[in-house]
């Protein structure tokens, strides 16, 4: 089954302790992205990544971290997260780097920084 | 700056009441709208793409619109099931596969 998973789905943590989330696809997608989606808000792009060891900044970058080594695999990293990286979070990805084809979204991720 | 608005933010219906969502969207060369559907506590699911003015597309009692300045989510029918928060979103010249969302009309049907 073509699935984009996320962990952990639900993480409770304190300011300042460095956490990762783990996000994974199995559809040899190029293109794969995270998003936080806040009440009134939308969805809104943290990073993302054309391809192998290509990453760029999203829309709100700041105070998040981003790695791909593998294709499948594209965590994002609070180094030291704060209350106001409190959020749903929402890995993506899609087959190709330019052309806007429908993605596919992970579960969630819902993080309480306090 | 590029925009996308939705409305309205909540949408209550009785079963069988027909009606539609609007998306309107202020962005720099639109490449493509996208309509996606979000159910409590899960990712959102893709449901249409449009890519010029003028193009409709359907599935089931969904159907979706796309002018030069908006889109149209019309809902013939609803059913309890139809129950979801609708996300609209646009990728646009500038920004690859990047999907600049609205913030999502929540719609109710009740039985």
């Known amino acids: 089954e073509a699935q984009v998973t996320q962990n952990p789905r639900y993480l409770i943590t304190v300011t300042g302790k460095k956490l990762t989330v783990t996000c994974s696809q199995n559809m040899n997608h190029e293109y794969m992205s995270w998003y936080r989606q806040d009440p009134g808000l939308g969805l809104r792009q943290i990073y993302y990544s054309m391809n192998v060891e290509v990453t760029d900044k999203g829309d709100v970058p700041e105070g998040y971290k981003v790695s791909r080594k593998e294709k499948r695999n594209f965590p994002l990293i609070l180094e030291s997260p704060s209350p106001n990286q409190t959020s749903l979070y929402f890995c993506?990805?899609?087959?190709?780097?330019?052309?806007?084809?429908?993605?596919?979204f992970g579960p969630g991720t819902r993080l309480t920084v306090t | 700056e590029d925009q996308v608005t939705q409305s309205p933010e909540a949408l209550r219906l009785q079963e069988g009441e027909s009606s539609s969502l609007n998306c309107s969207y202020t962005?720099?060369?639109?490449?493509?709208l996208f309509w996606y559907r979000q159910d409590p506590g899960k990712g959102p699911e893709f449901l249409f793409t449009?890519?010029?003015a003028g193009e409709e597309k359907e599935k089931e009692r969904l159907k979706a619109t796309l002018t030069k300045k908006e889109s149209f989510l019309h809902i013939t029918a609803p059913k309890p099931e139809d129950s979801a928060t609708y996300l609209c979103?646009?990728?646009?010249?500038?920004?690859?596969?990047?999907?600049?969302f609205g913030a999502g009309t929540r719609l109710a049907v009740h039985p």
């Open positions: 993506a990805s899609t087959e190709t780097r330019t052309a806007p084809y429908e993605q596919y």
């Open positions: 962005v720099s060369g639109l490449r493509g």
């Open positions: 449009l890519y010029s």
């Open positions: 979103a646009a990728a646009t010249s500038g920004g690859y596969n990047k999907l600049i």
